[in-house]
T-cell receptor, first 113, second 112 residues
Framework: EPEVTQTPSHQVTQMGQEVILRCVPI?????FYWYRQILGQKVEFLVS????????KSEIFDDQFSVERPDGSNFTLKIRSTKLEDSAMYFC???????????FGPGTRLTVL | GEDVEQSLFLSVREGDSSVINCTYT??????LYWYKQEPGAGLQLLTY?????DMKQDQRLTVLLNKKDKHLSLRIADTQTGDSAIYFC????????????FGIGTKLQVIP
């Protein structure tokens, strides 16, 4: 069964460093999403992406964040200068269309020291 | 925007049924999901229901949707210790590009 994959499973970085979280969505999906979950809190929507551009973003998704689909398979989330409060589990999701269910990846745990 | 509420904690005895409840605010939501998260792990999609359905059954799992009351429930029959986890109710917004709004999660504790 096709699934969304994410790498790495755990990323440790120093405050101020740039990180790139990678996702491989399901191959025929066209809509892509990033969510995050700070420990003990709700899963929060960050951004949705379609047709090579951001279609919606939350107030969390500020200038420190960017997303990209650099090739036909990967979907990345970049945090330019990480802060302690960026420590969270980051989930990628994809869907075939606006009218289809979203499938989530296993998540990348980001720890900022 | 959408708001999803669920209770924080549920404790049941092994072999009993568990019922986890959820309420939401956006009546035109399309997909409604239940995810399971074990400690330190990612989100595992358990089941989902489309908004034109009232009920969906999948082995030990039964999802009930009451659109009038905006109430979603997940029933786990014959609950096992391996079912101990956090269960998230999640609702897909009807507007925009269908972001999913999650509840806080219900921690299910199964007592042997």
């Amino acid at each position: 069964e096709p699934e969304v994959t994410q790498t790495p499973s755990h990323q440790v970085t120093q405050m101020g460093q740039e990180v790139i979280l990678r996702c491989v969505p399901i191959s025929n999906h066209l809509y892509f999403y990033w969510y995050r979950q700070i420990l003990g809190q709700k899963v929060e929507f960050l951004v949705s992406f379609y047709n090579n551009e951001i279609s919606e973003k939350s107030e969390i998704f500020d200038d420190q964040f960017s997303v990209e689909r650099p090739d036909g398979s990967n979907f990345t989330l970049k945090i330019r200068s990480t802060k302690l409060e960026d420590s969270a589990m980051y989930f990628c999701a994809s869907s075939e269309s606006r009218m289809n269910e979203q499938f989530f990846g296993p998540g990348t745990r980001l720890t900022v020291l | 925007g959408e708001d999803v509420e669920q209770s924080l904690f549920l404790s049941v005895r092994e072999g009993d049924s568990s019922v986890i409840n959820c309420t939401y605010t956006d009546s035109s939501s399309t997909y409604l999901y239940w995810y399971k998260q074990e400690p330190g792990a990612g989100l595992q999609l358990l089941t989902y229901i489309f908004s034109n359905m009232d009920m969906k059954q999948d082995q030990r799992l039964t999802v009930l949707l009451n659109k009038k009351d905006k109430h979603l429930s997940l029933r786990i029959a014959d609950t096992q210790t391996g079912d101990s986890a956090i269960y998230f109710c999640a609702v897909e917004d009807s507007g925009g590009y269908q972001k999913v709004t999650f509840g806080i999660g219900t921690k299910l504790q199964v007592i042997p």
